[in-house]
């Protein structure tokens, strides 16, 4: 029946729209940190080298603990883990913004507690997109992963303005504690939401567990190829989520409050597209979903080339800089649409039930290590030029074109 596959259909499942709410407002919060952490980081202490260096400490040790965090999302459910990690975000953020406040934040200190709230973070990331497929139908599939999706997209809509306009109004410290207490609230809204019964294949050693979790993700082919090409296409976001802010405040002149602005017409796209895709069935269309949108990615980004030198002598001037920077993010966020919904569900098709919390947590960080990679190389290449941190992100959305049509094969051929 038509009506069984309708988006309408996911909310009369058990237990979904309690954790698609708390994943909401998570994932605004998410949005939120990284805006806040580069603003409050540029601000505070000038320098784009410090902010790529926060906004790596901030994501990269939690992807090199994915093998255990999936081992643990296995073998002891996955409620209790998201609300681990919410906590911890709760506490970190609001320690940064209590230390700033009282000006006892040395950039030494804001590293180390950066690179401690990243460790749990990979717990809510691959314990919500490995929960989804255990408590809905296959047939599904499409329609939760474009609510996942845009999950995102809503929360790049909402999540950048409103933690780019707490630090122009209220400072980047108090923009950190709220930020902090959205994920408390994402924590109460958690609480109470049962784990559903699931296969596990176990040792009994969360070490070897954690072991055969890399092999199982290294020997699938689909696996293995999605993470060498969403890795290289991370690289990308990694750059632009640095340059972006540097070209507003010092390029073109403008508020905080503009940079979420220019991110939200990407979350906008975003919404939109994965709306559209996600009606789609994906069933053996999933390579093309994934290769053209990453290809095309390579001119959307090149258009902060011509963003970036608007206000020089003889450039676009800052209106139309501003205008090519909102066309730049906003077909990124569309092209994201299709790609995203790909992603989600091929990975879902192709992965044994009983290893997606590790093959999940192994997948996720191998496809999301090139982003802190692309946020540090930003800040290092942007100390000296913007123009080049962008012409390196342009080259890496060739790259991840080219590894996912060589990789990623067309049909399922999973390795158990």
Same mark, same amino acid.
């Given at each position: 029946?038509?009506?069984?596959?309708?988006?309408?259909?996911?909310? &009369?499942?058990?237990?979904?729209?309690?954790?698609?709410?708390?994943?909401?407002?998570?994932?605004?919060?998410?949005?939120?940190?990284?805006?806040?952490?580069?603003?409050?980081?540029?601000? @505070?202490?000038?320098?784009?080298?410090?902010?790529?260096?926060?906004?790596?400490?901030?994501?990269?040790?939690?992807?090199?603990? &994915?093998?255990?965090?999936?081992?643990?999302?296995?073998?002891?459910?996955?409620?209790?883990?998201?609300?681990?990690?919410?906590?911890?975000?709760?506490?970190?953020?609001?320690?940064?913004? !209590?230390?700033?406040?009282?000006?006892?934040?040395?950039?030494?200190?804001?590293?180390?507690?950066?690179?401690?709230?990243?460790?749990?973070?990979?717990?809510?990331?691959?314990?919500?997109?490995? $929960?989804?497929?255990?408590?809905?139908?296959?047939?599904?599939?499409?329609? !939760?992963?474009?609510?996942?999706?845009?999950?995102?997209?809503?929360?790049?809509? $909402?999540?950048?303005?409103?933690?780019?306009?707490?630090?122009?109004?209220?400072?980047?410290?108090?923009?950190?504690?709220?930020?902090?207490?959205?994920?408390?609230?994402?924590?109460?809204?958690?609480?109470?939401?049962?784990?559903?019964?699931?296969?596990?294949?176990?040792?009994?050693?969360?070490?070897?567990?954690?072991?055969?979790?890399?092999?199982?993700?290294?020997?699938?082919?689909?696996?293995?190829?999605?993470?060498?090409?969403?890795?290289?296409?991370?690289?990308?976001?990694?750059?632009?989520?640095?340059?972006?802010?540097?070209?507003?405040?010092?390029?073109?002149?403008?508020?905080?409050?503009?940079?979420?602005?220019?991110?939200?017409?990407?979350?906008?796209?975003?919404?939109?597209?994965? +709306?559209?895709?996600?009606?789609?069935?994906?069933?053996?269309?999933?390579?093309?979903?994934?290769?053209?949108?990453?290809?095309?990615?390579?001119?959307?980004?090149?258009?902060?080339? #011509? &963003?970036?030198?608007?206000?020089? #002598?003889?450039?676009?001037?800052?209106?139309?800089?501003?205008?090519?920077?909102?066309?730049?993010?906003?077909?990124?966020?569309? +092209?994201?649409? #299709?790609?995203?919904?790909?992603?989600?569900?091929?990975?879902?098709?192709?992965?044994?039930?009983?290893?997606?919390?590790?093959?999940?947590?192994?997948?996720?960080?191998?496809?999301?290590?090139?982003?802190?990679?692309?946020?540090?190389?930003?800040?290092?290449?942007? @100390?000296?030029?913007?123009? &080049?941190?962008?012409?390196?992100?342009?080259?890496?959305?060739?790259?991840?074109?080219? +590894?996912?049509?060589?990789?990623?094969?067309?049909?399922?051929?999973?390795?158990?």
């Amino acid at each position: 029946m038509v009506s069984d596959r309708s988006y309408r259909a996911l909310l &009369a499942i058990h237990r979904l729209p309690r954790s698609l709410l708390a994943m909401q407002i998570a994932r605004v919060a998410q949005s939120m940190v990284g805006v806040a952490l580069v603003l409050f980081t540029l601000l @505070e202490y000038n320098s784009p080298l410090l902010a790529g260096a926060v906004t790596f400490l901030s994501v990269f040790p939690g992807l090199l603990v &994915a093998p255990i965090a999936g081992a643990l999302l296995d073998r002891h459910g996955r409620v209790r883990l998201i609300l681990l990690d919410y906590v911890v975000a709760l506490a970190s953020l609001v320690l940064l913004g !209590v230390l700033a406040l009282a000006d006892l934040l040395p950039p030494a200190l804001l590293l180390v507690i950066a690179t401690v709230s990243s460790l749990t973070s990979i717990l809510s990331h691959t314990g919500l997109r490995s $929960l989804f497929p255990l408590i809905v139908p296959e047939h599904l599939w499409e329609r !939760v992963n474009a609510i996942d999706s845009n999950g995102y997209v809503v929360a790049t809509i $909402l999540g950048p303005p409103i933690a780019a306009s707490a630090v122009a109004f209220l400072g980047g410290p108090t923009a950190l504690i709220l930020v902090g207490l959205s994920f408390g609230i994402a924590a109460v809204a958690m609480i109470g939401v049962p784990d559903p019964p699931s296969t596990n294949t176990t040792t009994g050693s969360l070490l070897l567990d954690a072991w055969h979790g890399v092999q199982y993700t290294w020997r699938n082919r689909t696996l293995r190829g999605l993470g060498f090409s969403i890795s290289a296409l991370n690289i990308a976001g990694g750059v632009w989520t640095i340059v972006v802010p540097i070209i507003v405040l010092e390029r073109l002149g403008l508020s905080e409050a503009v940079v979420g602005v220019v991110f939200a017409i990407s979350g906008v796209a975003g919404m939109v597209s994965s +709306l559209l895709f996600g009606r789609l069935d994906t069933r053996g269309r999933e390579w093309r979903m994934l290769v053209w949108p990453m290809l095309a990615m390579a001119p959307a980004v090149a258009l902060l080339l #011509p &963003a970036s030198l608007a206000a020089a #002598p003889g450039g676009l001037g800052v209106s139309v800089g501003l205008v090519v920077l909102g066309l730049s993010l906003g077909i990124m966020g569309a +092209l994201n649409g #299709p790609l995203d919904i790909a992603l989600f569900t091929v990975r879902q098709r192709r992965t044994e039930t009983a290893w997606m919390g590790r093959a999940f947590a192994v997948s996720m960080a191998f496809n999301f290590v090139g982003f802190p990679v692309g946020a540090a190389l930003a800040g290092i290449v942007a @100390e000296s030029s913007v123009e &080049a941190a962008v012409v390196v992100a342009v080259v890496a959305c060739v790259i991840a074109a080219t +590894l996912a049509a060589t990789m990623i094969p067309k049909s399922d051929e999973r390795t158990a």
